[in-house]
Nanobody, 124 residues
C-alpha cells in the first residue's frame, strides 16, 4: 500500500504561482508513475500532468502545458507540481495519484493510489 498526502494548495491571484507537493508513506513508490489530476464540483476528473519513475518522461494536458511543471524526488518519495501563470479556470481540487503500471498515463483509471486532494483557488 502507498499513502499519498498533498499539500501546498491555497488562494492565489491570477498570474500567480503555487507549488504542490505529494508525499508518499507506507511504502516507497519505487517504479511508480505519478500523476496530478484536478476536479471541479460537478465535472469529471481531469488529467493535468504525469511523470514516469525515471523522471525522464513527462506529460501535460494541453490546458496546462507551458505553465505547469511536474517533477519528482525519489529519494524523498515526493512529487511536485509547480504551477505558474495561474488562471481562474485552474481552480479545482488537485489530486496526486500513483500508478504501478500505466500505459495510458493520462487516464485516471490507470492509477492505483490516490491522495485526499488539496484545494487550489485562483481569483480573477
Amino acid at each position: 500500500q502507498v499513502q499519498l498526502v498533498e499539500s501546498g494548495g491555497g488562494l492565489v491571484q491570477a498570474g500567480g504561482s503555487l507549488r504542490l507537493s505529494c508525499a508518499a508513506s507506507g511504502s516507497t513508490f519505487s517504479g511508480y508513475a505519478m500523476g496530478w489530476f484536478r476536479q471541479v464540483p460537478g465535472k469529471e476528473r481531469e488529467f493535468a500532468a504525469a511523470i514516469r519513475w525515471s523522471g525522464g518522461s513527462t506529460y501535460y494536458a494541453d490546458s496546462v502545458k507551458g505553465r505547469f511543471t511536474i517533477s519528482r524526488d525519489n529519494a524523498k518519495n515526493t512529487v511536485y507540481l509547480q504551477m505558474n501563470s495561474l488562471k481562474p479556470d485552474d481552480t479545482a481540487v488537485y489530486y496526486c495519484a500513483a500508478a504501478r503500471s500505466a500505459w495510458a498515463i493520462y487516464r485516471w483509471s490507470e492509477y492505483d493510489y490516490w491522495g485526499q486532494g488539496t484545494q487550489v483557488t485562483v481569483s480573477s
